[in-house]
Each structure stands twice: as C-alpha cells, then as structure tokens.
C-alpha cells in the first residue's frame, strides 16, 4: 500500500493477468468503434467516454452490481477545446 509502484514488480503472474485484460479492453474497443484509432473533436470525448463505457459493462462476464456508475472522465480544457482528437488503442501500450 505504501509503494503501488510496484505492485506489478517481479509478479509474472499479475504482469500476464493485466495484459489479458487490456487485451479484451482493445478488443471491445475495436468491436464498437470498428478500429484501434478514433478520430473526433475534442468537445465529443466526454459522450464518446461515456457511450463506450456503458458498450463495455454491457458485455461484462460479471453481473455489475445494481446502482452501479463508472467515474466520471474528466478530462483538460484545452484537450476538449481541440478541433481534432485522436484516440488509439495500442497492442502493448494500451490506450492513448
């Protein structure tokens, strides 16, 4: 608890777990964005955000307990003042 930093460090196990699951992440993300790249304004990454995390609890294995709201994005001003906003969802360094 003290040092997060290394929760991964020296654990081939939660290494191999923690690509599994941004694996199925990609994986959705493709599914309903139809690629790994996302172009669109910056003023539609709080719908887009929304949109796509309610696709992905839709197909969670798990039942998500009732009442259930993911966080709130919030993301910088000047990042939703942009006219062009690429989001790509890499292979091995996950979402950007």
Avoid: C, W
């Amino acid at each position: 608890m003290e040092n997060p930093q290394y929760a991964f460090r020296d654990n081939e196990e939660k290494i191999r777990r923690g690509f599994e699951l941004q694996k199925k992440d990609r994986e959705l993300f493709i599914e309903y964005f139809g690629s790994d790249e996302v172009l669109t304004e910056g003023k539609q990454l709080p719908t887009l955000a929304d949109e796509f995390m309610n696709y992905r609890m839709s197909k969670n294995e798990k039942p998500i307990p009732e009442g259930y709201k993911p966080p709130e994005m919030h993301f910088p001003k000047g990042l939703l003042e942009s006219k062009d906003v690429g989001i790509i969802f890499d292979e091995l360094s996950g979402q950007h």
